[in-house]
């Protein structure tokens, strides 16, 4: 009888697995949507009271959520990718190599902001503003600006594509690849080297990306238990 609703399943093509897996997938979905909400209104306010410029602690704050973060979005993939119909594992297994990707990308960049950056002298940061710096342009900007425009918007992208179903399913295919495409679009800027065309990617995994958590959560909440 397992065998058979694993099947029926499968056939359907629609997110699915155990209730443990639904589970999981609702809570890494929620637990995205909470630390991205909160990384946003550190990030703005940090901004209104720097006066334009992100300063300390917000900076620090930011850069420490972004370290939690990332493992989180792996956990979230990792359950779409369990409970992804057979026909689109390849799809979500795509955006979950993407994903890690971009995880461990962040994690470098911003691991070096809040350990060596910090300990340098003065004189250090103005030798290497342009490897280690956080103004563009600079190496380690250039790295988190590709692992959060290209990487990200092509898991995201992949990921739509795991989500095969009617209702619920085909929103969050659609909210998927819009926020995957808005993040590829933020790579306009530092290709033509005005950043202000970054601010598309930025709506894509700062409003994007939050909305559509809550939507894969709910998708998680009322899929079928094999």
């Given at each position: 009888v397992i065998l058979?609703?694993?099947?029926i399943l499968n056939q359907m093509d629609i997110i699915s697995g155990s209730h443990k897996i639904?589970?999981?997938?609702?809570?890494?979905?929620?637990?995205n949507f909470v630390l991205f909400i909160f990384y946003d209104?550190?990030?703005?306010?940090?901004?209104?009271?720097?006066?334009?410029?992100?300063?300390?602690?917000?900076?620090?704050i930011a850069e420490v959520m972004t370290l939690v973060g990332a493992p989180l979005l792996i956990l979230l993939m990792v359950a779409i990718h369990e409970c992804a119909p057979q026909s689109a594992k390849v799809f979500s297994l795509t955006a979950l190599g993407w994903i890690v990707l971009l995880a461990g990308s962040t994690i470098i960049v911003h691991f070096v902001n809040l350990t060596l950056w910090r300990q340098i002298s003065?004189?250090?940061?103005?030798?290497?503003?342009?490897?280690?710096?956080?103004?563009?342009?600079?190496?380690?900007?250039?790295?988190?600006?590709?692992?959060?425009?290209?990487?990200?918007?092509?898991?995201m992208f992949f990921a739509?594509?795991?989500?095969?179903?009617?209702?619920?399913?085909?929103?969050?295919?659609?909210?998927?690849?819009?926020?995957?495409?808005?993040?590829?679009?933020?790579?306009?800027?530092?290709?033509?080297?005005?950043?202000?065309?970054?601010?598309?990617?930025?709506?894509?995994?700062?409003?994007?990306?939050?909305?559509?958590?809550?939507?894969?959560?709910?998708?998680?909440?009322?899929a079928p238990s094999n």
């Open positions: 058979m609703n694993e099947i639904l589970q999981f997938g609702l809570r890494s979905a929620w637990a209104l550190t990030v703005i306010t940090g901004i209104v009271i720097g006066h334009g410029i992100l300063k300390e602690p917000f900076l620090a003065d004189q250090q940061k103005i030798d290497y503003v342009r490897f280690l710096g956080w103004e563009w342009p600079s190496m380690m900007f250039a790295i988190e600006l590709v692992a959060w425009h290209l990487f990200f918007g092509l898991s739509a594509f795991a989500f095969k179903g009617k209702g619920q399913e085909k929103a969050v295919r659609m909210t998927l690849l819009a926020t995957g495409l808005l993040c590829i679009l933020g790579l306009i800027g530092p290709i033509v080297g005005d950043l202000i065309w970054r601010l598309i990617g930025m709506f894509g995994y700062g409003v994007g990306f939050p909305i559509v958590c809550v939507m894969i959560a709910r998708v998680f909440r009322n």
